[in-house]
């Protein structure tokens, strides 16, 4: 089980060019020779990139400066100092990048694919580079450019493949922890889980989305800021739990909150699943099936205490998500 980090701040400064050098050719048999100081190697400039991992979003919670190293300065004998090395970080696919200056955002989507975040300033001009007809002999040399710098949001859209929603405590950490084997907290409470948690499912990933509730799509509860992870998945699962005095209620609550967030996702598809139906004995759960018949034809009651109703339903996710071949052809690259 992983606990995402999926929103972070971080400040990018470029590499400061090397000075130009202001000196003279010194040789026994030349004791006045002319300016020979050479120019600054270049900052080395910041880009960003994508990889297949949604943890690498954490590192930057305890490291949120990025500086490239500085060029070197100039040398006599007209010798350039060394560019610096470009530095480039790397981010889980599916990251939105937010210049926080100009509001540019883009999104992060290929390994392939460099995007730059502040160039690197320019190396100073030696004095060589100074001599003219009027001044055969100047002693100045330029300083290096600073490098540029940006501040910028770094913000993780999920591509999981199975997106676990439905209000608190509704059953979906204990969910992805019998189908994934994670560990992800679970207590009978609202709002246990405050960051998706992850796991794989045979080829897919399942991410359990931290609970919504009324009034989400406007910042409510945990707000919108988990809502964003619904966006990709291919195949929702919606947990409603037996518990619940009102299950039509509940489910109608969701899809209206993911449908003021974004029309489209509500196009998915979707498997409705009954979560701790042992708490129900039988003409109570048999009452219970009746009442959900308009949600769902086919109510999918599971419980933890009963394996083969896990296995049930892990048979039915395996038919609706077929092998996801784009995912070991970007592990490979």
């Known amino acids: 089980m992983i606990m995402l980090v999926d929103k972070v701040q971080i400040k990018v400064v470029a590499g400061r060019g090397g000075n130009g050098s202001a000196s003279f050719r010194r040789e026994k048999y030349v004791p006045k020779g002319g300016p020979d100081g050479g120019n600054g190697g270049k900052g080395g400039d910041v880009y960003i990139s ?16 990025i500086k490239a190293e500085d060029g070197t300065g100039g040398g006599q004998r007209k010798k350039s100092g060394k560019n610096a090395p470009d530095t480039v970080i ?3 696919y599916g990251t939105l990048i937010t210049n926080l200056k100009t509001g540019e955002n883009f999104e992060v ?25 009027t001044n055969q002999a100047p002693t100045y040399a330029e300083p290096g450019k600073p490098g540029e710098e940006a501040d910028y949001i770094l913000e993780l859209r999920l591509i999981a493949d199975i997106g676990l929603i439905g209000l608190p405590n509704a059953g979906k950490s204990t969910l992805l922890n019998v189908l994934t084997s994670a560990h992800a907290k679970v207590a009978n409470y609202p709002f246990t889980t405050l960051e998706p948690n992850l796991g794989t499912f045979g080829e897919h990933i399942v991410a359990d989305i931290p609970g919504l509730i009324e009034g989400a799509s406007q910042g409510k509860g945990l707000g919108i800021r988990f809502l964003r992870h ?38 998915r598809p979707e498997v409705v699943v009954f979560t701790k139906y042992d708490v129900l ?53």
């Open 50 to 65: 994508g990889l297949n991992d949604i943890r690498l979003l954490r590192k930057f919670r305890e490291k949120p400066l």
């Open 109 to 133: 989507m290929d390994s392939r694919e460099l995007h730059l975040l502040a160039r690197g300033g320019s190396g100073g001009r030696g004095n060589w580079e100074f001599r003219s007809a």
């Open 90 to 92: 790397k981010v889980p």
């Open 230 to 267: 619904v966006e990709r998945t291919k195949l929702l699962v919606h947990c409603l739990s037996c518990e619940s005095a009102d299950p039509i209620k509940d489910y109608q609550v969701i899809r209206k909150e993911i449908g003021e967030y974004n029309q489209k996702i509500l196009e």
């Open 281 to 333: 004995d039988g003409p109570a759960l048999k009452e219970f099936v009746k009442k959900t018949r308009t949600i769902t034809p086919e109510p999918i009651l599971i419980s933890v205490l009963d394996d083969n109703s896990i296995a049930r339903l892990g048979r039915i996710l395996e038919k609706k998500l077929p092998q996801t071949p784009y995912r070991k052809s970007r592990t490979s690259r």
